[in-house]
């Protein structure tokens, strides 16, 4: 399954899905040029390649079917390309595919509530006299997360020393601006690799706290190129 010299010559780059013919699920979007849409059919039959996407092309060829490609869009320019990827991967949810991640420029340009688009633009410089951690969380995050998905990544397992015993307040953050704000009740340790992180154990915070530091910005607490997830203030 390829396509001509001739077709390749006009497509120009394009997107592209890969669908189940049993269910007509949609299980793979992608951006290419030539031949790219039929790479992962070739790799998945020539190659011991285990990824969701492999094995589920392998599934489909196993039980008698063929893979259907569609391609969406064409004669675009490559920069193009990344933009329709990443909104129609947006659009049908990273849980819903098995992309490994999100398309280009995803967290800054991607999929965002109303609120969040406000929040982003609007934002005011987080200032509060209470003791508060600011936890960034931005590998941890996924914008499908429930209430308390959120709650686990914020409130473990971290390399955090004393003074987080005079913090009151721990703050996720994500991609500089805060998220949501949580009471800490306890902390309690936790062995992992042989070394002590910690967590806590907490609860959402008031409404009055909440609304002071929620969708603040906090990129200066957090400038490019930190390696250090915690920030204290206060304490």
Request: glycine share 8%; proline share 1%; aromatic share 10%.
């Given at each position: 399954m390829v396509f001509s010299q001739a077709v390749i010559e006009k497509l120009e780059y394009y997107v592209y899905f890969l669908q189940d013919p049993r269910t007509n699920e949609i299980?793979?979007?992608?951006?290419?040029?030539?031949?790219?849409v039929f790479n992962h059919l070739e790799?998945?039959?020539?190659?011991?390649?285990?990824?969701?996407?492999?094995?589920?092309?392998?599934?489909?060829?196993?039980?008698?079917?063929?893979?259907?490609?569609y391609v969406l869009r064409h004669g675009l320019t490559e920069s193009g390309a990344f933009e329709i990827e990443a909104a129609i991967i947006d659009f049908v949810g990273l849980k819903n595919?098995?992309?490994?991640?999100?398309?280009?420029?995803?967290?800054?340009?991607?999929l965002k509530?109303?609120?969040?688009?406000?929040?982003?633009?609007?934002?005011?410089?987080?200032?509060?006299?209470?003791?508060?951690?600011?936890?960034?969380?931005?590998r941890?995050?996924?914008?499908?997360?429930?209430?308390?998905?959120?709650?686990?990544?914020?409130?473990?397992?971290?390399?955090?020393?004393?003074?987080?015993?005079k913090a009151k307040y721990a703050v996720a953050t994500y991609r500089g601006l805060t998220r949501e704000v949580y009471?800490?009740?306890?902390?309690?340790?936790?062995?992992?690799?042989?070394?002590?992180r910690w967590g806590f154990n907490g609860s959402i915070a008031e409404n009055a706290i909440r609304n002071e530091l929620r969708y603040k910005?906090?990129?200066?607490y957090f400038p490019r190129g930190a390696s250090n997830p915690i920030k204290y203030l206060n304490c």
């Open positions: 299980f793979y979007i992608g951006k290419g040029i030539g031949n790219r790799c998945a039959i020539e190659t011991d390649g285990k990824t969701e996407k492999l094995d589920k092309i392998r599934e489909i060829i196993d039980a008698g079917f063929q893979v259907n490609h595919l098995s992309n490994r991640q999100g398309g280009h420029y995803s967290r800054d340009f991607g509530t109303t609120d969040e688009i406000s929040s982003i633009y609007e934002a005011t410089e987080l200032e509060t006299i209470e003791p508060i951690l600011l936890i960034n969380i931005n941890l995050y996924r914008r499908d997360m429930t209430d308390l998905e959120l709650y686990d990544a914020t409130r473990k397992a971290w390399v955090i020393g004393l003074r987080r015993n009471t800490i009740d306890e902390w309690f340790s936790i062995e992992v690799n042989n070394k002590t910005a906090i990129a200066s």
